[in-house]
């Protein structure tokens, strides 16, 4: 059964770069699936970043295109998450997720980690 | 950006209760919507994709319904443990999740 477990630091200065690491076990991060991460500040709702496939195709929240950017690192079967310049509004749990499709091209996220709380704080 | 609303923001029901929530899109999605269950402090659960298929393990008192700007989702007999925010989230064009809709059990 998959597993997805995220990590990083837990506090990151205003205007420095927030740095996270999911760490898939159970399954090969080369498999056909989509690697996203989602984010949810205290007390509010979800937001989806972005996603990534293992050949490095990637696709960004709009919002936070100029900000992001999400890799992969094979040889650990992990992803990872950069978002630069952050700012107090990127306090949020981080969450990485896989995303499947089923036989008629519908997407879901489907398999989750337990989130990391990350405070952007000087 | 295409832009998802639930409604209501809230419900408190009793067990037992059937419960709906309801999910606009800005614009059509035909059927790429998926729902999930988020329990205080957990991460998001699947319930349901392509707008009305259960995913694998749900129970079947979940339901889902719709196609291009409106959805819902029932739970037919409200159970203690469905106590949670539910999720609307439009898979048609990249991502949007829908604001939320928080569920208490009377």
């Known amino acids: 059964q998959v597993q ?7 506090l990151v200065k205003p205007s420095g770069t927030l740095s996270l690491t999911c760490a898939v076990s159970g399954d090969s991060i080369s498999s056909s ?6 984010r949810q500040p205290p007390g509010k709702g979800l937001e989806w970043i972005g996603e990534m496939y293992h050949s490095g195709s990637t696709n960004y929240n709009p919002s936070l295109k100029s900000r992001v950017s999400i890799s992969v690192d094979k040889s650990k079967n992990q992803f990872s998450l950069k978002v630069t310049s952050v700012t107090a509004a990127d306090t949020a749990v981080y969450f990485c997720a896989r995303g499947d499709y089923d036989t008629s091209g519908h997407y879901f996220l489907d398999c989750w980690g337990q989130g990391t709380l990350v405070t952007v704080s000087s | 950006d295409i832009q998802l609303t639930q409604s209501p923001s809230f419900l408190s029901a009793s067990v037992g209760d059937s419960v709906t929530i309801a999910c606009r899109a800005s614009q059509g999605i035909s059927n790429y919507l998926a729902w999930y269950q988020q329990k205080p402090g957990k991460a998001p659960k699947l319930l349901i994709y392509a707008a009305s298929t259960l995913h694998s393990g749900v ?12 959805f ?7 159970q203690p443990e469905d106590l949670a925010t539910y999720y609307c989230q439009q898979v048609n064009t990249y991502s949007t999740f829908g604001g939320g809709t928080k569920v208490e059990i009377k």
């Open chain 1, 4 to 10: 997805l477990q995220e990590s990083g630091p837990g």
């Open chain 2, 59 to 70: 129970p079947s008192r979940f339901s889902g319904r719709g196609s291009g700007t409106e």
């Open chain 1, 33 to 38: 699936y989509w690697w996203n991460w989602v």
């Open chain 2, 72 to 78: 819902t989702l029932t739970i037919s007999s409200l």
